[in-house]
Antibody
């Protein structure tokens, strides 16, 4: 059974940093690209970032480029989202999601975690 | 502003059919057949309903179907049921600035 478990969310002041983790199980982790998707309270889904299965390539939304970094450790079946210089508008529930198709990143997600909440406030 | 445009809300009665549209451009939805649809109930994670325009993952009822014409994709739900009341989001692969649709609230009357 595929499982994705996010952690690392919390309350942080503007300008602060957080690192989110997503621990995966139940599939060949290194074969699949992964993405982070966030959802602000009462709002829709916003794609944040993606990373290839090998971790050699990443993509980030314009809204987080230069502040967020995505990485993975395939030995630990975990993908990370390092968030720096956080802003109030980064407040959201952050989901990690698994690509439907191995090897390629095409932003289609067949499994999602339950999310970890991030609140940016002074 | 969402790159993919969806109606904010749709409604239908049990047993009826509804269609939710998702309009993009020739650079995203019109260029690729990697269109996906997600259902989200309140307080829950999104669930994949349709991928690659019209494919259903195992376990998704065949009441849910997807299609695409030009720069517009559509999700059709036939035989509406009360449990279909939820938000629905589309997404299309593109090489830059990937975005979801703004979401459509489906109300089952």
């Amino acid at each position: 059974e595929v499982q994705l478990l996010e952690s690392g969310g919390g309350l942080v002041q503007p300008g602060g940093s957080l690192r989110l983790s997503c621990a995966a199980s139940g599939f060949s982790f290194s074969t699949y690209g992964m993405s982070w998707v966030r959802q602000a309270p009462g709002k829709g889904l916003e794609w944040v970032s993606a990373i290839t299965g090998s971790g050699d390539k990443t993509w980030h939304a314009d809204s987080v480029t230069g502040r967020f970094t995505t990485s993975r450790d395939n030995s630990k079946n975990t993908v990370y989202l390092q968030m720096n210089n956080l802003r109030a508008e980064d407040t959201a529930l952050y989901y990690c999601a698994k690509e439907t198709t191995p090897i390629i990143v095409i932003t289609q997600f067949d499994y999602w975690g339950q999310g970890t909440p991030v609140t940016v406030s002074s | 502003q969402s790159a993919l445009t969806q109606p904010a809300s749709v409604s239908g009665s049990p047993g009826q059919s509804i269609t939710i549209s998702c309009t993009g451009t020739s650079n995203d939805l019109g260029a690729y057949n990697y269109v996906s649809w997600y259902q989200q109930h309140p307080g829950k994670a999104p669930k994949l309903l349709i991928y690659e325009v019209s494919n259903r993952p195992s376990g998704v009822p065949d009441r849910f179907s997807g299609s695409k014409s030009g720069n517009t994709a559509s999700l059709t739900i036939s035989g509406l049921q009360a449990e279909d009341e939820a938000h629905y989001y589309c997404n299309s692969y593109t090489t830059t600035n990937i975005k979801f649709g703004g979401g459509t609230k489906l109300t089952v009357l």
